[in-house]
Every structure is written in C-alpha cells, then in structure tokens.
C-alpha cells in the first residue's frame, strides 16, 4: 500500500513558476514509478510526467517539454515537479500517481494509487 499526498499548488501569474511535491508513505517507494496528471474543468484527466524507478528515464507530454521538470528523491520518498514559464492553459488539479515501473506511464489505467490533487491556478 501507497498513500501519497501532494502540496505545492496555489496561484500564479502566467510566465511564473510552481513547484509541485508527493509525499509517499511506505518503504517500498522505489519500487515504483511515479507520474503527475492533471484535470482541467470539464476535461478527462491527462499525463504530465512521469520518472522511472531509479531516476533514469523521464517522461513529458508535449504541451510541458522544455517547461516542466520531474525529480524524485527515494531516500525522502518524494517526487517533485517543477513548473516553469506557466500558461493559463495549465490550470487544472494535479494529481500524484504510483505505476509499476514497467509498461506505459502515460496511460492512467497504469497506476495503481493516487493523491487527492493539488489545485493549480495560472491567471493571465
């Protein structure tokens, strides 16, 4: 089992930055790999990023390469996101998510757990 919880979201003005964290329970948390989605209003969930077991392997969606930067640190049991250069169209709740470390991190149905979300607001 896997609780996580996020902090870190607020409001920003467009062009500023946020720097979202996950804290994770558990001594297992390297064994899994770690991801953040976001909800917009009225939209489906979708993949922001994602960091493999060990650090290695780092996945963006396109709308976010170059401006946001994913780290985890496994000796704190944390996972951070970075957020530079922020647009409105970012605004959505951001959500922490634990996947296996194996198949496809920007597929939803790959994570086993989930935060409750953090509420992040880019006002133009």
């Known amino acids: 089992q896997v609780q996580l919880v996020e902090s870190g979201g607020g409001l920003v003005q467009a062009g500023g930055s946020l720097r979202l964290s996950c804290a994770a329970s558990?001594?297992?948390?390297?064994?899994?790999?770690m991801g953040w989605f976001r909800q917009a209003p009225g939209k489906e969930r979708e993949f922001v990023a994602a960091?493999?077991?060990?650090?290695?392997?780092?996945y963006y969606a396109d709308s976010v390469k170059g401006r946001f930067t994913i780290s985890r640190d496994n000796a704190k049991n944390t996972v951070d996101l970075q957020m530079n250069s922020l647009k409105p169209e970012d605004t959505a709740v951001y959500y922490c998510?634990?996947?296996?470390?194996?198949?496809?991190?920007?597929?939803?149905?790959?994570?086993?757990?989930w935060g409750q979300g953090t509420q992040v607001t880019v006002s133009s």
């Open positions: 960091v493999s077991r060990s650090a290695r392997n780092k």
């Open positions: 998510g634990a996947y296996s470390g194996y198949g496809y991190p920007e597929r939803e149905n790959e994570y086993s757990y």
């Open positions: 558990g001594r297992t948390f390297s064994s899994y790999g």
